[in-house]
Structures are given as C-alpha cells and as structure tokens.
C-alpha cells in the first residue's frame, strides 16, 4: 500500500493539507517538512526501536511528529497529556518507546531528569538533513497504540493496524460522502482516536484537516461561519456549548459546511431537536479506540429525521445483538489486532463465531436503526 503522505504530495502537491488559522502547509510543504523532521528524529536516535511516543496538543509541529513517526516505519504510541505523572510513566513503561516527544507547552519539571522525553523544539533545533520516508505502509503493521480503560484494571494499549485505519476511513467516507475537497475541523484531541482518525483520513482522502488547539465555542463558532470548513467532529458537551451561542445569534455556519459528527456518548432528544431549529445537522455515531472510530452511524440523508437514533452499521461492519443481553456484538476490519503485551485479552472479548462483544447494549426500531446506547454492567 502507498505511503498515503507521498502518495497525496504526488498527486495533489499544491492542496492545502493542514491548517491551523496561523500556517497552512499544501501536501508538498507537508512532506518536506515530515522528511526534514524525520532526518532530525534520526540524528537523535529516536529510531533505535520500534516505537515513539507523542505528547502533544493539537498543534502543526504534533501533526508533523506524528508524520514523521509513521513515515519512517515507527509506531506511535499516543499519551494522553491529561494523566498524572505515574501514569504516563506506567505507559512508556508497558510500550518501550525509544524516546517520548513532548510539546513544549507540555513540559513537566518532572521530566527534566529522565533523558526519555525530549521536546518538539530540541527536535526542531537539532542540524541534520532531510531522511526520504518509506516508500509503503504495510498494511499489518501497527500504526499506533492508544490507551484505553476498560471497566476493571490498567488501561490496556489497543494496537491500531493501517488496515484498521484505512478500513475505518473507507467507511466514513462512503457514509457521510467525503471527498479531497472537504475540510474537518480537528477541535478533539489527535491522542484519542476521535482526532487521530481525523488526521488519518485527510491523509487518505486528501483533504484539508483544521487543527485546533483547544475547544473554545466562540473560536469555533467563528471558524464554522466564515472558513470555508465543511464538517466538524463533537462530543455531547460541545455540541450543547455551540447551541448555547445559536440561542444568541441565528447566525449559520459557511454555505459549504454539511454537518457535525457527534460521538463520545449519548444525548438527550431536546438538544438534537434544538440543532434542527438552528439548521445545524447532526450525524450521530458510535465507536471504539478498538475500532479506530465510529463502526454505525447515521447517513447525511437519515439524519433530519432520525433523531436519537445513532443509526445503521456502516459499510464493512457486521452488526447483531445478543440473543440473551442485548450486548452489541460486531465483526469489522476496523477492530484491533490486540492489546500490547496481553495476547489473549482480545479473543476473551470474542465468542466461537469471531464475534467481538464490545461491552455495550443496543436496541433496533423496525427499520433497523439502532436507538440507544449503553454500557453493559457486568
């Protein structure tokens, strides 16, 4: 499989690959700058092992870490910049990076005595020449590894192939209708799998991915009326904060903007309700870090009138419930290989016909369309 960063530089260069309201890098400047990274990333060894980890907001020089990982055979391990000390210790300690690239903005006096984290700008400072990135992606490879907390013990590292990866991107482009010529708005952190598939499939689709920082609802309010963006992923609370700004100015977003894809947990009837009146479409999803994303989700064209429902599986998952719980069970090349270091964790969560059973329970209308969600007590 191509090497989806070359593959895009080659045949759309001059596209506007990333942005974040500061810079904007076309493809081309976003693969001459990953090679430049990577022969820095090189020059301070971090490419002694297999792995790199990455601690980053959702920042240009994050995005061209992350790059620069990939495109130089490394996984990356993303850390949640939100744990405590011991905990993103326990982590490095369970995924043996060779080193953990921190961005500055987050750098802890913790870490000033351990010669495994480095900051983005020791990197950037380092002399070194361009490296060219590998030619191909395996598509068995892992690509990342993300932690994740299940209902009982330490989070577990979900290892994430580029085959899950791009089954996933396949997925939501065929559902929502995506092309090169869209642009997502990335306002969810790239460590969670809700930003780092945003980053992936700009890769994929070649189209303009707009980092932001950090959620501010009047930021993103502006962004969403007067940058040509067509779609944004949310949570339930910044969905709520957006409608809050409707209330005060009817104001809609930009002529080319589609909608808004909500995950990350259920929401009440009267909000989505509130997004009608205001014209801002929702499209509800659900997901897992095993999945690399949401696996169902409403089309565009159900969405107006199938409110609450989170929808139908999408194309590539098989979906049924358990005949005795109602537990969501699933078959889909976007779900993990395995956990790290824990070979049989995955197949305790599967039954003798290779169903995966996610934990969670659903319920179907007549028509097929799954309306609720929740997690199964066990």
Partial sequence: MDNWILKQAQIIPNRIAVEDGNKKLTFAELLASVEQISGQLAAIGAFKGQRIAIMTTNCIYGY???????????????????????????????????????????????????????????????????????????????????YTSGTTGNPKGVLQTFHNHFASAISSALNLGISSHDEWVCAVPIFHISGFSIMLRGLIYGMCVRLVPKFYPIEIDQILKYEPVTTISVVPYMLKKLLDLRDKDSQGYNSKFRCLLLGGGAIDKQTLIRCQKFNMPVVQSYGMTETCSQIIALNYS??????????????????????????????????????LNRPQALQKKKDADGWYHTGDIGHFDKDGFCLSMAELMT
């Avoid at 480095?118 to 590894?145: G, Q, R, W, Y």
């Avoid at 429902?309 to 090349?333: A, D, H, M, R």
């Fill in 64 to 146: 061209q870490m992350a790059l620069a990982s990939l495109g130089s055979n490394q996984t990356i391990v993303w850390i949640n910049w939100r744990l405590a000390d011991d905990e993103i210790k326990r982590q490095l300690a369970d995924s043996n990076p060779s080193i953990c690239l921190v961005d500055d903005v987050l750098w802890r006096k913790s870490f000033e005595n351990h010669s495994q984290f480095l900051k983005f700008s020791d990197v950037i400072k380092t002399a070194a020449k361009p490296i060219e990135l590998t030619n191909e992606f395996d598509f068995d490879d892992t690509a990342s590894i993300m």
């Fill in 302 to 339: 159900d969405a107006g009138q199938r409110i609450g429902s989170v929808g139908k599986p999408l194309f590539l998952t098989q979906l049924k419930l358990s005949k005795v719980s109602n537990e969501i069970l699933i078959k889909t090349p976007a779900l993990t290989p395995g956990y």
